[in-house]
């Protein structure tokens, strides 16, 4: 049964996992080295084999380059594959300022909306 934990993606393909676990088992790697292989981690390898969440387009491109997948398993794995910012980004949207001020940044003051409001009514 193809699972995901989030609804930003759509679910992964019936028997994504066992593709995958599979196809890690007969490269003859563990967690481990794919994840290092990779440039990832075991935990984002065991998150995949799971359905956990699914493959970004890059970890896709380096699954099927890695597990030397044929064209019809590596075509699967990149259509499920989510773009990159998606999977960082929390809730799917990608934050364009820091929630809080760095150390040394010049903070500006906020506004309420009531006066921005009033500020651009014209005078009648």
Do not use: Y
């Not at 993606?9 to 996992?17: D, E």
């Amino acid at each position: 049964m193809a699972s995901t934990t989030s609804p930003r993606w759509a679910p992964l393909p019936v028997g994504f996992g066992v593709m995958l676990r599979n196809a890690r088992v007969d490269a003859g790697l563990s967690r481990e080295a794919l994840g290092a292989a990779l440039l990832a981690s075991a935990g984002t390898v065991q998150a995949l084999e799971e359905e956990h969440r699914p493959p970004s387009v890059t970890i896709a491109d380096r699954l099927a380059r890695v597990l030397r997948l044929d064209p019809w398993r590596a075509a699967v794995l990149c259509a499920a594959a989510v773009d990159d910012a998606a999977l960082r980004t929390r809730r799917g949207i990608l934050h364009t300022r820091s929630r809080s001020p760095r150390h040394g940044a010049e903070t500006r003051a906020i506004t309420p909306v009531t006066q921005q409001v009033k500020a651009r009514t014209p005078h009648t």
